[in-house]
């Protein structure tokens, strides 16, 4: 089994930033490539950032891209999310997952994530 844990969000105002972590255990966290997603009240999950095992494949949704960054640290099994010049849109639970099926992407899907983690709250006042 994979444990996912998220930490890092909170409330920040309109412009600022915030930095989220992803801890990962339980299996080889270098053979996975990860992803982040949200989900706001009354929507649906909505991908946000991926990045390949190695590191080297990236993809972000349009509305976040020049604004956040993802990164990951196989040697401390993390994966982080840069989020800079926030919005009140980015108002959501961000969640992380990980993919251990598909080698060297950063898929969008989330139906092809095998694990996801708690999520934490990230709000964003104007």
């Known amino acids: 089994q994979v444990q996912l844990v998220e930490s890092g969000g909170g409330l920040v105002q309109a412009g600022g930033s915030l930095r989220l972590s992803c801890a990962a255990s339980g299996r080889t966290f270098s053979s996975c490539a990860m992803g982040w997603f949200r989900q706001a009240p009354g929507t649906e999950r909505q991908f946000v950032a991926a990045?390949?095992?190695?590191?080297?494949?990236?993809s972000y949704a349009v509305s976040v891209k020049g604004r956040f960054a993802i990164s990951r640290d196989n040697a401390k099994n993390t994966v982080y999310l840069q989020m800079n010049s926030l919005k009140p849109e980015d108002t959501a639970v961000y969640y992380c997952?990980?993919?251990?099926?598909?080698?060297?992407?950063?898929?969008?899907?989330?139906?092809?994530?095998?694990?996801w983690g708690q999520g934490t709250q990230v709000t964003v006042s104007s």
């Open positions: 997952a990980a993919d251990y099926r598909h080698d060297d992407v950063a898929t969008a899907s989330w139906t092809l994530y095998d694990y």
């Open positions: 990045i390949s095992q190695s590191g080297g494949r990236t």
